[in-house]
């Protein structure tokens, strides 16, 4: 008895997901304190200035996290 594969390929997209909004972090690199999750990037650049200016500390990490949502397309 052979067996038969049968493929098929389907369209699929990627979205934001409606129910979650992109939130913003930044991280000293000298010290480790974090913004925690910001909303906009604007205001994660505003604290990592302000420490800055603060502690004389010049490296951050800036995260940016979604969310997504995938959608299968029916043909």
């Given at each position: 008895m052979t067996a038969r594969a049968r493929y098929r390929f389907v369209d699929h997209t990627i979205t934001?997901?409606?129910?979650s909004d992109v939130t913003f972090e930044a991280q000293c690199l000298d010290?480790?304190?974090?913004s925690?999750?910001?909303?906009?990037?604007?205001?994660?650049d505003t604290w990592a200035l302000?420490?800055?200016?603060?502690?004389?500390?010049?490296?951050?990490?800036r995260l940016m996290t979604s969310f997504a949502?995938?959608?299968r397309h029916t043909r």
């Open positions: 934001a997901h409606p129910d010290c480790g304190q974090e925690g999750g910001l909303p906009t990037a604007a205001d994660t302000r420490h800055a200016g603060a502690t004389g500390h010049m490296g951050f990490r949502l995938v959608t």
